[in-house]
């Protein structure tokens, strides 16, 4: 079974500053794909940004970028110059081989700060 | 990417009635999945439907409470049965775009308030 952690329950920053948003996983599995996903107060849920276990480059998708250190199995997400509309609660998940379930973490909520 | 349809955006039921959630995406996909999300919580996979064959639940669902329908690679309902207040959630469909792409999008959910 695949475990996905985020320890922080509520984040705040300020506009304009970086954020990292902590992901740990636990898989068995050596192919599995991770993802983030933003949750706005409206209860859409956002695709963010994916990342591989084979990739070799860390994903990068405009202000998002995800530090991949598979060693460690993190999946942080770093949102650079923040904007008050990244205000927000951030999801981590993960699927494992062909299998497109999605497991998610407990989520971070990210208020943003003027 | 697949646009993702989702009606009714939000409702309010009695408890004891039942609610169909209808998912649309815009083209066709093998696998679509159901999730539900409770107040405050993450989300938690409630079943795959499959296309010409019965729904996969995960454990803790039951087809009697959560009844999938799939009559085609492009639509998608989910029944919430005799309904508690426990069934308040976001309920949110979901499918992978698969081949290069590693996508996997979300419809807008349906927030549904039972009293």
């Known amino acids: 079974a695949q475990k996905i952690t985020q320890t922080q329950p509520g984040m705040f920053v300020q506009e304009k500053e970086a954020v990292t948003l902590d992901c740990t996983y636990d898989t068995s599995d050596q192919s599995y794909g991770l993802f983030w996903y933003k949750q706005p107060s409206s209860g859409e849920m956002i695709f963010l940004i994916y990342?591989?276990?084979?990739?070799?480059q860390n994903a990068t998708e405009g202000r998002y970028s995800l530090n991949f250190q598979k060693a460690r199995k993190s999946a942080n997400l770093v949102i650079s110059a923040s904007q008050l509309g990244d205000s927000a609660m951030y999801f981590c998940?993960?699927?494992?081989?062909?299998?497109?379930?999605?497991?998610f973490g407990a989520g971070t909520t990210v208020t943003v700060r003027a | 990417s697949a646009v993702i349809s989702q009606k009714p955006s939000r409702d309010i039921c009695q408890r004891g009635t039942s609610l169909t959630i209808q998912c649309q995406v815009d083209s066709q996909v093998t696998m679509m999945f159901w999730y539900r999300q409770q107040p405050g919580q993450s989300l938690t996979l409630i079943a795959t439907a499959n296309q010409g064959s019965e729904a996969t639940y995960e454990s803790g669902f039951v087809i009697d409470k959560f009844p999938i329908s799939r009559p085609n690679l492009t639509f998608s309902t989910l029944t919430v049965s005799n309904m508690s207040p426990e069934d308040s959630s976001i309920y949110l469909c979901?499918?992978?775009?698969?081949?290069?792409?590693?996508?996997?999008?979300f419809g807008p959910g349906t927030r549904l308030t039972v009293l």
């Open positions: 990342q591989g276990s084979y990739d070799e």
């Open positions: 979901s499918v992978p775009t698969g081949g290069k792409s590693n996508e996997q999008f």
């Open positions: 998940a993960m699927r494992v081989s062909n299998d497109y379930k999605l497991s």
